[in-house]
């Protein structure tokens, strides 16, 4: 399948004039593509060693409002420079973008070149190097679920929101039928992403009308998460360009099941798959069970790097797919880690309590770091649950509320030791933020509840 682009590869093509754009970016604390368009000339000569940008980049809201608080900057430290630097690795096409490339880069400090902590991209890299320390890589694939819309972004958000038509009338769940409907969009979708060496497996119609999932094969860790970023990407942009709307909000309307992003994990050692023990029970090695036990565990920990907003908690409701419960189950929908690929050299966890609006990099780095913890204390897993886990009244919940989730995880030792007190600091910082703008905020539900009533 197509790949990254080496440096050469794209020298030659802006000589022979088939790209002249470069898109340089960084991924910000909410998981977007933010950088500059660099004409692909400059690129070549000069910028492919570095550029620079403001360093509120990674302490914004998804508004891009400045919030107070942060220890990396702030207006009173002036918001000076980060460099980015182009990871040369990373350099692939954008087909669906006339002549344009784009890179990853790595965020270090403007005056030492450090790597600055609290980028994603570090963030995972730091528990990638710990687990290799362990000799073992981390495969990851993230499934992205998402909805779309019959109208554009900008004919809806100048209704403010309020006529949300989705693409289809009825739940689509892998219906052929209504998704042949949707190929506009979904078609160029697969085989662009493919084209950038992307390895899409699959789309398929969800669960409700106008939900769509996009699969991507397994990848080593970074990899997965530089995919998932660079598909959501793709699906906004592509939604755009035939005049429809895509959201990653989990929650867009009550009535209706959310959006998640389902992380499946497991570890290697070269070739061989880590997590496989032919003679174990349900296949699964020791290893394995060590890293689940380390995942259920430290859940109520690490929730808020897979659901970081108030919204993303709207998901977490009985009877929707979207699990309540830190259990684990052999393929069981209903619980929060689902065994899958059962005596099989596949043999995997899945984690389903990450929404579509997770940032990959810090929800992966997070799992790593409890996976990790489970392996290095010799954790022991429970009995699996079965049946309807949300029934399940022993059962460890997940936080219920962002408010909840911001405490865990400010309070997490394993996360402390694992990524630093910066970094935990830092998002911990970021939750605090998005529960008080939401504080702050008159609801409709409010309005129509209370506006006679009260
Ligand atoms: P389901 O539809 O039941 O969730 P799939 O068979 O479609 O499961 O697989 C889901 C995801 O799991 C795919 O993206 C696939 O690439 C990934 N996957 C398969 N094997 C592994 C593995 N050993 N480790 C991590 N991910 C894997």
């Known amino acids: 399948m197509p790949g990254t682009l080496s440096f050469d590869d794209l020298s030659a093509r802006v000589l022979e004039g088939s790209i002249d754009t470069v898109l340089v970016c960084l991924v910000d604390m909410q998981g977007r593509l933010m950088g500059k368009r660099f004409h692909a000339a400059n690129f070549i000569e000069h910028s492919h060693a570095e550029t620079h940008c403001c360093n509120y980049l990674l302490a914004t809201d998804l508004e891009m409002a400045t919030p107070d608080g942060y220890a990396a ?3 009173q430290s002036g918001y000076g420079d980060y460099v980015m630097k182009p990871d040369l690795s990373t350099i692939r096409p954008m087909p669906w973008l006339e002549g344009t490339v ?19 991209r570090a963030v995972l890299k730091k528990q990638i190097a710990r687990l290799e320390g362990l000799g073992f890589t981390a495969m990851m694939a993230t499934e992205l679920e998402f909805f779309l819309f019959e109208r554009s972004f900008d004919d809806l958000r100048r209704d403010g929101y ?30 662009h992403l493919y084209a950038a060496g992307i390895p899409v497996e699959n789309t398929k119609g969800e669960a409700e009308a106008g939900q769509e999932e996009l ?7 970074l990899a997965c998460a530089d995919h998932h970023t660079i598909a959501k990407h793709a699906v906004k942009e592509i939604a755009w360009q035939q005049g429809r709307a895509a959201t990653f909000l989990p929650k867009w309307d009550p009535a209706r099941v959310g959006s998640s992003s389902h992380v499946h994990q497991s570890l290697w050692q070269g070739d061989a798959p880590a997590f496989y023990d032919k003679g174990a029970d349900h296949g699964m090695s020791d290893l394995m069970t060590r890293y689940m036990a380390g995942l259920i565990a430290y ?5 808020a790097f897979l659901a970081p ?3 993303s908690y709207k998901r977490f409701l009985k009877g929707t797919f979207a699990p309540t419960k830190t259990v684990w189950s052999v393929d069981n929908r209903t619980a929060g880690f689902r065994l899958c690929g059962e005596g099989t050299k ?28 489970g392996i290095e204390d010799g954790l022991e897993l429970a009995a699996p649950t079965r049946g309807d886990v949300y029934d399940e009244a022993a059962a460890t919940e997940i936080p219920r509320t962002l408010r909840a989730a911001t405490e865990t995880l400010r309070g997490s030792k394993m996360l402390r030791d694992a990524m630093g007190d910066d970094v935990i600091d830092h998002y911990t910082r ?13 609801t409709d539900w409010e309005i129509a509840r209370g506006f006679e009533r009260a």
């Open 162 to 191: 309020r006529d949300l038509v989705p693409i289809s009338g009825y739940n689509e769940d892998y219906n052929i039928l209504q998704t042949t409907k949707e190929e506009a969009v979904m078609r160029p979708l697969r085989n």
């Open 102 to 120: 784009m890179v990853l880069c790595d965020v270090l400090d403007h005056h030492t070149h450090e790597a600055v902590p609290h980028d994603p």
């Open 430 to 442: 970021a939750a605090e933020w998005e529960q008080d703008e939401f504080d702050k905020a008159v």
């Open 309 to 311: 907003y108030v919204n």
């Open 299 to 303: 859940a109520p920990d690490y929730t």
């Open 73 to 75: 900057t702030s207006w």
């Open 215 to 221: 699969n991507i094969r397994y990848a080593e860790a």
């Open 346 to 373: 596949g043999v995997r966890v899945e984690c389903r309590i990450g929404g579509s609006d997770m940032n990959p990099y810090l929800a992966q780095a997070a799992m790593l770091a409890a996976g990790i913890k």
